[in-house]
């Protein structure tokens, strides 16, 4: 099975994404499955199952994937885009190679998946690729797959960021007072240096504020899980708050760029823990929305369809970078 380059005839859209629990039953398991093969303790997960356990055991990510999906079936239709889509999960139902199963059985050869990732790092692309050939590689004549791009600097993505920040902020435009602070989830330092997840990351803060008007912002980082000795991206977002607010900041606006979603570590990471860190510093917090399903981001997804599916359509992108590649190079965003 090999990841296929720019064929333009596709038959089906797949939605790959991380999964989640829907189910106290669920929670331990899909913990098992995220952590697979990397020697966590038992107490790390118990601890971290209880983030789930305090929302009746449902991860919010499978419902908001579904919500994205039935946007983009409708938007694809009102363009005359008939392609069915599909919804498939590294770590729980419905898993992956499941979902090329009944792919195959519906008849289905070229596929173009939409990872719900807007970075290059391992984790969020290159193990998705992994991910694809590992659970066709068993199959009798599996479909073919193609991976949209990754769209951290294309201008509806910029657009629908900042389309959810303006009516988030009571008031506008923001005063000195005003911190905005943009996350994503850390990812080990040795993991970064092999990808442009910084690079791009930085870019699309940059866009965003300077759409925006921004100019007291900065890049900060959420959801560590790895061993203390081992270096990952930092500042991380509770830090630089208690910064600010040793600054005189007295508003932090937090925007969880690095997400698509609001999902576990989202509502868990900021709405909880970083909202008590302001809170506890007498500081007023608020917490952007990700794109989520917003028009303009399901508008952005059909166009990269799109431009995949049409010869000559314009690869649209702002900013310092040109559109970035849509076939990857063999060594790109390797683990360390």
Same mark, same amino acid.
């Given at each position: ?28 398991? *899909? ?7 990397? =020697? #966590? ?5 118990? !601890? %971290? +199952? ?100 990754? *769209? ?7 657009? =629908? #960021? ?5 009516? !988030? %902020? +009571? ?117 952007? !929305? ?47």
């Amino acid at each position: 099975m090999t990841i296929i380059d720019m064929v333009r005839d596709y038959d089906a859209i797949l939605v790959l994404s991380f999964g989640g629990p829907e189910g106290m039953d669920d929670v331990l398991p *899909f913990l098992e499955n995220v952590t697979a093969g990397r =020697a #966590i303790p038992r107490e790390r997960l118990l !601890a %971290v +199952a209880q983030h789930y356990y305090a929302r009746q055991g449902i991860s919010p990510i499978n419902a908001q994937n579904r919500a994205l999906i039935v946007a983009l079936e409708l938007e694809l239709r009102q363009r005359n885009i008939h392609i069915p889509v599909y919804f498939g999960n590294r770590n729980w139902h419905p898993f992956l190679r499941d979902t090329i199963q009944t792919m195959q059985a519906d008849g289905k050869k070229q596929v173009l998946t939409f990872v719900t990732s807007a970075y290059s790092s391992y984790s969020g692309c290159r193990q998705y690729r992994e991910d694809i050939i590992r659970a066709s590689q068993d199959l009798v004549e599996p479909p073919q797959f193609a991976k949209i791009r990754v *769209f951290y600097n294309h201008p509806k993505y910029i657009d =629908a #960021i900042c389309a959810q920040i303006t009516p !988030a %902020v +009571a008031t506008w435009p923001l005063t000195s007072t005003d911190y905005l602070l943009f996350t994503a989830h850390s990812i080990p330092m040795a993991m970064a240096e092999k990808s442009a997840y910084i690079t791009q990351l930085t870019e699309t803060c940059r866009l965003v504020a300077h759409t925006l008007g921004i100019s007291q912002y900065q890049l900060v980082f959420q959801s560590r899980s790895g061993a203390p000795q081992t270096p990952w991206l930092e500042p991380d977002v509770n830090e630089v708050i208690t910064q600010l607010h040793q600054q005189g900041i007295e508003h932090t606006i937090v925007v969880p760029v690095g997400f698509i979603s609001d999902h576990m570590e989202v509502v868990h990471d900021l709405d909880t823990e970083a909202h008590a860190t302001a809170t506890q510093l007498g500081m007023q917090f608020t917490r952007v !929305a990700s794109v989520g399903t917003h028009p303009v981001f399901i508008s952005m997804i059909t166009d990269l369809i799109a431009e995949r599916c049409t010869s000559g359509t314009n690869r649209q992108a702002c900013g310092h970078f040109p559109a970035n590649h849509d076939i990857c190079p063999l060594d790109c965003c390797l683990p360390r």
